[in-house]
């Protein structure tokens, strides 16, 4: 089992870096200048962190958070952003792909022909690769960019997968933060394709830099495990303050609130707003997921005003009783430590009984 989770560790941090490494080769054939390989130093640190988690956890992850997840996404953007900021102009129709894909077999057969008489096996394979590559490098950028954001969205979630997890979260949490993910992805795939392609966005440099910041700050909830894992609480004096009851009952309900409404769709209705309010844009898709964004904010709203009820009704309920809790666990606490006392103070009774009683039995 130990063999499986240091492989499965291995395979999956070597999954990002292939997928970083090609993001920095397409910015250096887009840039046309081999300084941008500087940005492959970026999975150093994705290497010392590998190191470090199969020395001191072997392999397992972490408590509410993943290293790998947030190193992968510090090797990955700066590629996908010198991408869509260059946004290169080549026209992706059909003809041309039709013409690159005769080329390309053309290719094949050429070198498959030539391999027959010459070098054998070995030469045949580096001619294939040769033409594959040469293959690749005859798309265009748009569509080079647009499967980058795919296939790095589908990593983040394939590769949350396979991480190995820590004893802290279950396999049944795992699967209900995997789901999330991928409606999230979905969601975050559509906002930046949706706004980036807009003729009138590309024309303005400074609000393409403003969707991808807006892109990249609702890429960080990837990392964090939180949405599906409670923070434990103490019946401690300085864990009786209302709002730490709150946030120690219902964390994840409320981290999921706070996601939703500061980190992805809170932001994506803002900047849908100002370029259908301030740039006067206007199309279908767009009105279609603002709309979209406002009935989503509403409804996490809506969840969080039920939340704050039921835990003032809950609270309201524990005083009159005399008990205090804050976790889903705690009551079966108070109840045992109240009836520990009820317990003791009755034996107290039996042991010293009142005066009355005690006066009536001496004059018995």
């Known amino acids: 089992m130990e063999l499986m989770v240091l492989l499965n560790a291995l395979v999956t941090r070597l999954l990002f870096v292939l997928h970083s490494l090609i993001g920095v080769w397409r910015v250096t054939a887009v840039k046309k200048e081999p300084k941008y390989w500087l940005l ?131 396999r049944d949490q795992l699967s209900q933060l995997l789901l999330m993910f991928v409606g999230t992805a979905a969601d975050i795939l559509e906002f930046a394709s949706e706004t980036l392609d807009i003729e009138d966005v590309r024309k303005n440099y400074a609000l393409i830099n403003a969707i991808l910041a807006v892109w990249t700050w609702s890429m960080l909830q990837f990392p964090l495990d939180l949405a599906v894992q409670h923070i434990g609480c103490k019946p401690a004096a300085s864990t009786r303050r209302i709002p730490s009851l709150l946030l120690c009952r219902y964390s994840a309900e409320l981290w999921n609130i706070g996601v939703s409404l500061f980190i992805q769709d809170g932001p994506f209705f803002i900047v849908r707003s100002i370029l259908m309010g301030h740039f006067r844009i206007f199309n279908q898709m ?72 005690a006066q009536a039995l001496s004059e018995d």
């Open 40 to 170: 492959a130093l970026l999975n150093l640190l994705l290497c010392l962190e590998t190191g470090l988690t199969l020395k001191f956890k072997q392999g397992r992850g972490y408590k509410w958070f993943s290293p790998a997840i947030f190193l992968y996404l510090i090797c990955t953007v700066p590629s996908l952003w010198l991408l869509e900021i260059h946004h290169g102009t080549q026209y992706c129709g059909n003809e041309p792909g039709a013409v690159q894909v005769n080329f390309s077999n053309q290719d094949f057969n050429q070198s498959r022909d030539s391999s027959h008489g010459s070098e054998g096996t070995d030469h045949h394979i580096i001619q294939t690769a040769k033409v594959f590559v040469n293959q690749l490098s005859t798309i265009c950028e748009t569509v080079w960019t647009l499967a980058l954001h795919q296939t790095f969205l589908l990593l983040l979630v394939v590769g949350r997968w396979l991480l190995p997890i820590g004893v802290e979260i279950t």
């Open 286 to 357: 767009l009105v279609f997921f603002t709309a979209k964004n406002i009935l989503v904010v509403t409804l996490q709203l809506y969840r969080l005003a039920v939340i704050t009820l039921d835990f003032r009704a809950t609270i309201l309920q524990k005083s009159r009783k005399g008990e205090v809790s804050c976790c889903p666990c705690e009551p079966y606490e108070a109840r045992t430590h109240a009836t520990t006392d009820q317990d003791t103070e009755m034996n107290e009774f039996v042991a010293f009984p009142p005066k009355e009683e």
